[in-house]
């Protein structure tokens, strides 16, 4: 379907340019569209080579979805500082309550886009996966221009809308074009906004002025592209370790083949089992697959054959084999020995632990930023909304970010040692009361109890 997209796009730049308007270029390339649609497939767990025996062991989504959780696991943020930042909050506080599923579908696709727009006088936010957007241009602070495709499917008819944001460095230009069709292959011919329901508020061509870039987010995940060096889209967490996840997949069906391949069984003659009115042999009820029926030659001498099939399972040296593909896996996608493999294979040190916690940790770290970057752009495109519209009175407003860092900080270990560093007289008691209930110090001399309490005396 990308695919399809991409070629819409072209088709309807041809013709603008045919038209005599000024038009940009898509700059995705074929190599960095084939890659995106490979990792939708993997995600999906319809890769090319899980077919006939080869099933999906879901591997991409559960790398996606294990650091989309690190990234937002006790994430706090808001916003303050006037009534126009309590405005933002409150819209702001929606996008934060889907955050964890998008940034999985980022984390598989390579980036998303978060774009806001008014309705009546609240805004909304619309989460745009990498397949369903495609930039048009690129400056030294992200996307400049890019398209939006959005499809409803009517009646047999197929409505496309083809939405487009042009930023020249000061003003922001965004246009809407709608097409019908009645086939998914084809874009179809132009239609007005106003003939589909939910498009008829939408403006065919706005430009908003003075505003500091592009009304959307770009969130991409930081991390090298080894597959096209030259390309600027983010890359999937799990597009260095695509030959291992197919490893895997195909070391699993080995697995599922060596247990049905061993599976008990009792190979007998037909001529031990009950005969029906046809003069047929009949399994026992039940058992049919437990039983299984070998016709006779019909020899004089010959005796009932009766055998139990039960080979031994060589499932150890195939599991092992597994688990150290995995864990290759873990170490290609920035994730913790034993987030997928087993762990209790492995004699590791104290030394090992740590070191693999820091590598996830500086990993999941970075990608943090780069939301914040993403959702401190998203909060500057939503104040733009609101000043345009004048949803709120005009103010300031500061964003704060507070992420979990017990992924390689051991909260409980760290609490026991503060306990016998106060109860040492090493620290002040306050000081462990301030980090364990997050108070200030006044309020944590306040919960200290007094001379006559500690002694007991009344």
Not at 135 to 162: H, N
Not at 286 to 298: A, N, Q, T, Y
Request: charged letters at 25%.
């Amino acid at each position: 379907m990308f695919h399809k997209i991409i070629e819409w796009i072209k088709k309807v730049f041809k013709q603008r340019a045919a038209d005599g308007e000024a038009v940009s270029h898509i700059v995705l390339d074929d190599k960095t569209i084939d890659y995106i649609d490979l990792w939708a497939r993997m995600y999906e767990d319809n890769a090319p080579w899980v077919k006939d025996n080869v099933k999906s062991v879901g591997i991409p989504a559960a790398v996606a979805s294990e650091i989309a959780r690190l990234v937002t696991l006790e994430m706090k943020s808001e916003i303050t500082g006037s009534k126009r930042a309590e405005y933002l909050d409150s819209q702001y506080k929606k996008v934060l309550s889907k955050l964890r599923i998008q940034i999985e579908y980022a984390c598989a696709l390579g980036g998303l886009i978060i774009k806001p727009y008014v309705v009546n006088d609240r805004i909304e936010v619309e989460f745009i996966q990498a397949d369903r957007f495609i930039p048009t241009s690129f400056g030294s602070s992200g996307i400049t221009a890019c398209q939006f495709i959005e499809q409803i499917a009517r009646d047999g008819k197929i409505y496309t809308r083809l939405e487009s944001h042009e930023f020249d460095g000061k003003d922001c230009r965004i246009q809407n074009k709608a097409y019908q069709s009645t086939q998914n292959s084809n874009l179809g011919h132009e239609i007005s906004l106003t003939d589909v329901t939910e498009w008829t508020d939408l403006e065919p061509d706005v430009t908003v002025k003075n505003v500091p870039g592009v009304l959307f987010s770009y969130f991409k995940i930081p991390q090298a592209n080894n597959k096209n060096r030259q390309s600027p889209f983010g890359v999937s967490v799990y597009s260095k370790a695509e030959s291992l996840i197919k490893e895997a997949d195909e070391q699993w069906a080995r697995i599922a083949w060596e247990y049905k391949g061993s599976e008990l069984a009792i190979d007998a003659a037909e001529s031990l089992f009950k005969i029906d009115s046809t003069g047929n042999a009949t399994l026992p009820n039940g058992k049919e697959r437990l039983f299984r029926r070998h016709e006779m030659s019909g020899g004089i001498n010959e005796k009932p054959f009766y055998e139990v099939f039960s080979p031994s399972i060589r499932d150890s040296s195939l599991y092992n084999g597994f688990n150290q593909i995995l864990r290759r896996i873990e170490f290609a996608c920035g994730l913790a020995y034993g987030t997928l493999s087993d762990v209790q294979d492995e004699d590791r040190t104290a030394t090992e632990v740590i070191y693999s916690k820091q590598r996830s940790y500086a990993f999941v770290s970075d990608v943090q930023e780069s939301l914040q970057a993403a959702l401190e752009d998203l909060v500057s495109a939503m104040d733009t909304w609101a000043t345009l519209y004048h949803l709120a009175p005009l103010g300031s407003y500061e964003m704060s970010f507070d992420f979990d860092d017990s992924l390689v900080t051991d909260s409980t270990a760290e609490t026991q040692i503060m306990i016998q560093e106060a109860t040492a007289g090493l620290i002040k008691k306050e000081v462990y009361l301030m980090k364990r209930y997050g108070v200030t110090e006044e309020q944590a001399k306040d919960m200290l109890p007094t001379a006559v309490e500690e002694s007991g005396e009344e």
